[in-house]
């Protein structure tokens, strides 16, 4: 980890009372050899360094982010906690078990779910799938029924349970594929991606069985995900990869902090204004007119602000008619943690 790495890591997370975490990494690497044709008679070999040199624990029953930009080697690290992948170097552990050497052994702990893939069948309704998963992991009946069941009600599955899986749209398949995750109750669960192309009530379902599943069960959750409001809901601990380094883990405000991001509020006035701008008692304004078009105005505020009180006193002060609330992207808060490495 370089300097500035150190600077910005602060675990909030941990091992917990002693020993190793639940989900160990230490000094893990995965180096890919890429063959690239450089003529018709030539090809040149290339190394990958997907995830070089990656340090951290993660302990039972820890919900954390873990996000970066595309190519920084967040799925390739998922490959290798579930052991699809051999790491290339370092030491991995998931509930004490090496997950390249004891693949079905870890299988029976683990619960995987990729959003831009399915493990469902595809030409079967849901509820023949989960059959053929209750047959494959040997989950006892009666345990399969309970889980099965809760799933159904949680995630709204009732209705889908009979319909072929490529019938079923983007959002109730992201549901299916979360209860078939969990059907022989996992200690572990990996999500890569699990609200991309979601509207946001299918979101905000998946956000609200995953709170519940983390709270009720004890459920470890490790979630990789392109939208910075899933963490910002969901997870306390926060770690930022890019170029296959770990560049940051602690807490989702100091992230703010760190990358001194922005969110926007975006309002529609009953009519024109001058720009809009509030200041805090004492100090500079804490939100800000960067846009203004007509009757919208677009207002720029600290990230690791709450949005509450500065909604309740443009609705108090103002003519509002509609308002939302924008996160800064991931690329952007990393972009400017580099700006502002020494
Ligand atoms: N099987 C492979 N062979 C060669 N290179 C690979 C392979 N898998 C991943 N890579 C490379 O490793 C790097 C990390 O990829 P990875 O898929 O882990 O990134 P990611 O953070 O999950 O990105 P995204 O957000 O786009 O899914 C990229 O440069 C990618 O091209």
Known sequence: MDGFAQQVTASVGGTGAGGEGFITLDGVEKVFQVRRRTGPLRRERREV?????????????EMVGYIGPNGAGKSTTIKMLTGIL???????????????RERTRLAHR?????????????DLPLRDSYRLMHRMYRVPDRRYRENLDRCVELLDL?????????????????????AAALLHD??????????????????????????????????????TTHDLTDIEQLCRRVMVIDHGRLMYDGSVAGLHAVGESERMLVVDLERELPPIELAPEGSGPVLR?????????????????????????????????DLSVREPDIEAVIAKMYEAAP
């Open 49 to 61: 360094r997907a995830v070089d040199g990656i340090s951290f624990q993660v302990a039972r029953g």
């Open 86 to 100: 051999t790491p290339s170097g370092g030491r991995l552990r998931v509930a004490g078990i090496d997950p390249s």
């Open 110 to 122: 683990i619960g995987v779910v990729f959003g831009q893939r399915t493990t469902l069948w595809w």
């Open 158 to 178: 009732g209705e889908l349970l009979d319909v072929p899986v490529r019938q079923l749209s983007l959002g109730q398949r992201m549901r299916g594929d979360i």
């Open 186 to 223: 996992p200690e572990v669960l990996y999500l890569d991606e699990p609200t991309i192309g979601l509207d946001v009530v299918s979101k905000a379902k998946v956000r609200q069985f995953l709170k519940e599943l983390n709270a009720d069960r004890g459920t470890t959750v490790l979630l």
């Open 289 to 321: 007119a960067v846009r203004v078009e007509g009757v919208r105005q677009w207002l720029a505020f600290p990230a690791s602000m709450s949005a509450a009180p500065l909604v309740a006193r443009i609705a108090a002060e103002y003519p509002l008619l």
